[in-house]
């Protein structure tokens, strides 16, 4: 069965300093990766996605994910993160011809210290 | 544009009280409609998806059902809540080909 992790249940960062937050996937073909944004009491926004082609996908809002297969990971990074990025990361795992929904990781809060 | 409508944003209800929490799409037709709950702390759990009217499927056994009386609109519902029923509850729709959700903006429940 599909599954993500997301190591860092927590993470703070400085404003201004570099971001990377992990994510893992387990899946059994090639797979629909998103990461998610969820500001508090609000719905999800989607950040960015990778189907195919370049592993390097560049988001809205500054954020970049790299795709490795050889690792099992969508990375999510920011080179310099704003005080209103602090919010509820998740990443995602889909396929289209799996069944109707997707698998969501736990979830990584971000917190941006001034 | 399509764009997707969930009401109310707060709900507090007394344990034993009936539910029912509506998502509305707008500006497309024949979507995959989902919703999911998120406890405080957690992830998101997928309760039950809908391909079409009247077609609901179930992810978990629980509480509460699902119904799609209409093509793009998705009701969530209990005769009588529980207070594990309190969490946040977010519709969300796929479009035909797409790959990524639009999620609402989300209820959150409380039961007391």
Same mark, same amino acid.
């Given at each position: 069965a599909q599954s993500v992790t997301q190591p860092d249940i927590h993470i703070t960062v400085s404003e201004g300093a570099s971001l990377e937050l992990r994510c893992n996937y387990s899946y059994g073909a090639t797979p629909y990766l998103f990461w998610y944004v969820q500001s508090p009491g609000q719905g999800l926004q989607l950040l960015l996605k990778y189907f195919s082609g370049d592993t390097l996908v560049?988001?809205?809002?500054?954020?970049?994910?790299?795709?490795?297969?050889?690792?099992?990971?969508?990375?999510?990074?920011?080179?310099?993160?704003?005080?209103?990025?602090?919010?509820?990361?998740?990443?995602?795992?889909?396929?289209?011809?799996?069944?109707?929904?997707?698998?969501?990781?736990?979830?990584?809060?971000?917190?941006?210290?001034? | 544009s399509q764009t997707i409508h969930q009401w109310p944003a707060t709900l507090v209800q007394p344990v034993g009280s009936p539910l029912s929490l509506e998502c509305t799409v707008?500006?497309?037709?024949?979507?995959?409609?989902?919703? !999911?709950?998120?406890?405080?702390?957690?992830?998101?759990?997928?309760?039950? !998806?809908?391909?079409?009217?009247?077609?609901?499927?179930?992810?978990v056994p629980q509480n509460l059902s699902a119904s799609r009386p209409q093509d793009r609109q998705f009701i969530l519902s209990s005769k009588k809540l529980l207070l594990?029923?309190?969490?946040?509850?977010?519709?969300?729709?796929?479009?035909?080909?797409? !790959?990524?959700?639009?999620?609402?903006?989300?209820t959150r429940l409380t039961v007391v």
């Amino acid at each position: 069965a599909q599954s993500v992790t997301q190591p860092d249940i927590h993470i703070t960062v400085s404003e201004g300093a570099s971001l990377e937050l992990r994510c893992n996937y387990s899946y059994g073909a090639t797979p629909y990766l998103f990461w998610y944004v969820q500001s508090p009491g609000q719905g999800l926004q989607l950040l960015l996605k990778y189907f195919s082609g370049d592993t390097l996908v560049q988001g809205i809002k500054g954020f970049e994910a790299e795709f490795k297969r050889s690792q099992s990971s969508f990375n999510l990074r920011k080179p310099s993160v704003h005080w209103s990025d602090a919010a509820e990361y998740f990443c995602a795992v889909g396929d289209y011809n799996y069944g109707q929904n997707f698998v969501f990781g736990p979830g990584t809060r971000l917190s941006v210290l001034p | 544009s399509q764009t997707i409508h969930q009401w109310p944003a707060t709900l507090v209800q007394p344990v034993g009280s009936p539910l029912s929490l509506e998502c509305t799409v707008e500006g497309t037709s024949n979507p995959n409609l989902y919703w !999911y709950r998120q406890a405080a702390g957690r992830g998101l759990q997928l309760l039950f !998806y809908s391909v079409g009217i009247g077609q609901i499927s179930s992810e978990v056994p629980q509480n509460l059902s699902a119904s799609r009386p209409q093509d793009r609109q998705f009701i969530l519902s209990s005769k009588k809540l529980l207070l594990s029923d309190s969490g946040f509850y977010l519709c969300a729709w796929r479009g035909t080909g797409q !790959y990524g959700y639009t999620f609402g903006s989300g209820t959150r429940l409380t039961v007391v």
